[in-house]
């Protein structure tokens, strides 16, 4: 094709992702379509992967395909395997894409639909695909080494500490989190419980068939599996409709929650292959399924945005959670745009499979890309439902009232019209016996996608079926998350507390197995049962609480990405790592303070704290109180530790950088030794 | 058949076995398929257990992502 050809086309994508912008940005007061947030979103993919990750491949991290990657050197088969690009590509994204993506985003719609897309979008391209890619070259280049390996080699003992501490935190965090997001959705939901609770003999018969009916069949036995579990849904309306097994299946969130941590601790505990693994299998087949659906069912229905582009609540008196549009916008959707997590999947097994050095920029950049647009796809679904239903849904009752016709009445009362029995009437049509006050984010993003789907296959009569589709969808999959994350903060632990004595080390030792998972489980317990009975819906303290802790982790590994870059000579490009890292720190350190110091009670755990201890003082019967004071005061120290952490991170990495580039210090980096690669051999 | 339509059968084929590769690669299919090659043996309830036997550390220390 002829350059100008080529120039034209790509002045055209621009043209129109900016036409596609502004609409998305200076429309007011009239819905528009969601296929503008996608046209704006796929035009910015298209320039920013076309030129930006093109520019940091050659420029930045200077790819070279003659350099053999561990893959290549390393074949053992088994860990190190050289892998078709697409094939890495599937891999990666399937180990990157969890619930965040589709949470965050529909928290953060209380703001409306403009500032999360622009976030997602542009975090995307600028910050998150970045940290991804160069992530991912830099493992590369040294054999596979994890993040906090790099972090202690390239930047210094305390930053590998730092990054340990940061990972130890994020995962106990997260799994609280998304813990409590499956609470909140299948509390009082004799439906989604009993779906759920059959995906167990559903599991162990997979187990059985894949172990010794078809050994290794497992596409074949996790399609067994996805039918078997759509028997199960429609057999959990006939139990939601039969008044003897309902009230088997009703479930209060506290009872929900020590389940969940029995749960937890047997999955890491006890040898439970043949439950775990199918389970596993079935929940990346499910999430592969889902993700691809509701893309196809936005663009076969091509809905009409209900929200407006900004609500009132950007000056920070949400009701799905405090805090104004910055910094809070930017910390409730982290892995949609930037999420610290995915530098460990990128230094973890991905640059095991990787066969070129070029194919990282795919792999790395294009993966996040593809992560970035299920985020708008979250986004879109949020913002199909009317305002006022939204809010219904997603506002604690401690904001709203926990009367239908109060929360109603209020939510009505901030613009967006609402009425009880409009509530009533969804309620029913999706199966449940109520939607209000349905805090954590799953409730409102099933109830969007509920209405895609149902606008586009089987119109209002099957919405219910969607809808705890959809529930099960995220519940299984956050299942297998909780797990998988316990199990690797047992190993972690157990790498630690091996140094202090070495039997603890010892990964088949049952009573350090138990003590790490005990340990590992009452972390994340803690925190889960702290927001069960937060007053505020829980959210509210606990997703920021994520989001400051995973990007956090995303600036440590921006840290090391820096120092990589200014160490191996190319300090004028430093830039490409370093914005998105001042941004970061900027963001999280705001919220951060403000989640510690701020006045409003809502908002600043130290307020709350107070004036519960307030409370307390005039009524000393209240002894609950004394733990909510505790949970505030506990928050606001973690928050403060994991701030301060990542500041001696920063400021470490920074003396390396001002020593390297005022030629203190040599630049010199820590690369495994050029091999040239037989693949470009034999291209030549 | 023109050779348009034939490249696009060609390409549409292989993006389709592609997927598939993705798909053995992500539910540790492919993995098994190396697993026997490497030990020259053949599929069994035996060879599949052992295999689960040697990659289940692996797995369990890999996380999930959020």
Known sequence: ?684 | MTDASVSFWAKLRRGVELVYAALREIFDEAAYDRFLLRHETASSCAAYAAFRRETETAKARRPRCC
């Not at chain 1, 992560?371 to 997603?394: H, K, N, Q, R, T």
């Not at chain 1, 939607?435 to 969007?448: E, K, Q, S, Y």
């Not at chain 1, 130290?606 to 409370?615: P, R, T, V």
Request: proline share 5%.
């Open chain 1, 1 to 684: 094709m002829p350059k100008w050809t080529r120039t034209l086309i790509w002045l055209a994508v621009a043209g129109l992702g900016a036409f596609a912008l502004a609409t998305i940005a200076l429309r007011r007061g009239e819905s528009i379509n969601a296929m503008w947030l996608v046209l704006a979103a796929f035009c910015s993919y298209a320039l920013g992967y076309r030129f930006y990750s093109r520019f940091i491949a050659l420029k930045v991290m200077g790819l070279d395909s003659r350099r053999a990657t561990p893959a290549e050197r390393l074949d053992d088969g088994r860990d190190f395997i050289p892998t078709n690009k697409w094939v890495v590509f599937g891999h990666h994204f399937a180990a990157i894409a969890g619930p965040g993506p589709l949470v965050g985003p529909v928290l953060a719609a209380q703001f409306g639909y403009l500032p999360g897309t622009l976030w997602i979008i542009i975090g995307a391209l600028l910050g998150g695909c970045v940290q991804d890619f160069v992530i991912l070259v830099c493992s590369v280049r040294r054999d596979g080494k994890s993040l906090t390996e790099m972090a202690r080699q390239e930047v210094g003992k305390t930053g590998g500490f730092v990054a340990y501490v940061a990972v130890i935190s994020i995962i106990v965090i997260l799994l609280a989190a998304v813990a409590f997001v499956v609470v909140n959705a299948l509390r009082a939901s004799p439906w989604g419980t009993f779906t759920i609770a059959m995906t167990i003999p559903i599991a162990l018969l997979m187990g059985v068939y894949l172990r010794h009916v078809r050994p290794g069949k497992v596409l074949e036995t996790s399609a067994i599996g996805f039918a078997l579990t759509m028997l199960a849904i429609f057999g959990g309306q006939w139990v939601s409709q039969t008044p003897s097994w309902a009230a088997a299946f009703t479930l209060s969130g506290a009872a929900l929650t020590v389940i969940i941590i029995v749960y937890g601790f047997a999955a890491s505990a006890l040898p439970v292959w043949l439950l775990l693994a199918p389970r596993d299998y079935l929940s990346t087949f499910v999430k592969l399924g889902t993700i691809a659906s509701l893309a196809l069912g936005i663009f076969a229905v091509s809905p009409q945005l209900h929200m407006p582009a900004l609500t009132q609540f950007i000056d920070g008196t949400g009701p799905v959670f405090a805090g104004k549009i910055f910094p809070f916008a930017f910390i409730t959707i982290a892995c949609g745009a930037v999420s610290g997590f995915h530098a460990l999947i990128s230094s973890g097994t991905t640059p095991k499979l990787i066969m070129r050095e070029t194919e990282t920029r795919l792999v790395g950049y294009g993966a996040m890309m593809a992560e970035s647009s299920v985020a708008v796809m979250a986004m879109i679904a949020a913002c199909v439902l009317d305002p006022g239903v939204y809010f219904a849904i997603s506002s604690p009752a401690g904001i709203v009232g926990a009367a239908p016709a109060a929360a109603a009445a209020t939510i009505s009362g901030w613009g967006y019209a609402v009425t009880a029995d409009q509530m009533a009437a969804l309620a029913c049509a999706v199966g449940e016996t109520t939607l209000f006050n349905r805090t954590g984010g799953a409730p409102t993003f099933a109830v969007g996608m509920a209405q895609i789907f149902a606008s586009s296959l089987g119109g209002q009569a099957v919405m219910a079926i969607w809808y705890h589709f959809a529930i099960m969808f995220e519940a299984l999959f956050i299942l297998t998350v909780l797990d998988a994350g316990t199990r690797v903060g047992r190993f972690m632990l157990q790498d630690a507390l091996g140094h202090f004595w070495k039997p603890l080390g010892r990964t088949s030792w049952y009573p350090s197995i138990l003590l790490t998972s005990g340990m590992v489980v009452a972390m994340w317990g803690y925190f889960l049962w702290e927001a069960v009975g937060d007053p505020y819906g829980g959210i509210n303290s606990l997703w920021p609480l994520f989001g400051i802790s995973n990007q956090l982790l995303a600036a440590v590994a921006l840290c090391v990405a820096t120092t990589i870059i200014v160490k191996s000579g190319r300090a004028r490009h430093m830039w490409v790592t370093l914005v998105p890292l001042l941004w970061l720190v900027t963001v999280t350190f705001t919220a951060a303070f403000q989640k510690v110091f701020d006045a409003n009670p809502r908002l600043g755990f130290w307020a709350h704290a107070n004036l519960l201890q307030g409370q307390l003082a005039a009524n000393p019967a209240r002894t609950e109180l004394s733990r909510l004071i505790f949970n505030d005061r506990l928050d606001a120290v973690v928050t403060a530790v994991l701030v301060s952490l990542v500041a001696v991170v920063v400021l470490e990495a920074a003396a390396v950088w001002w020593r390297v580039i005022t030629g203190r210090t040599p630049a010199q980096v820590r690369e495994a030794p050029f091999v040239e690669s037989h693949y470009e051999k034999e291209a030549a």
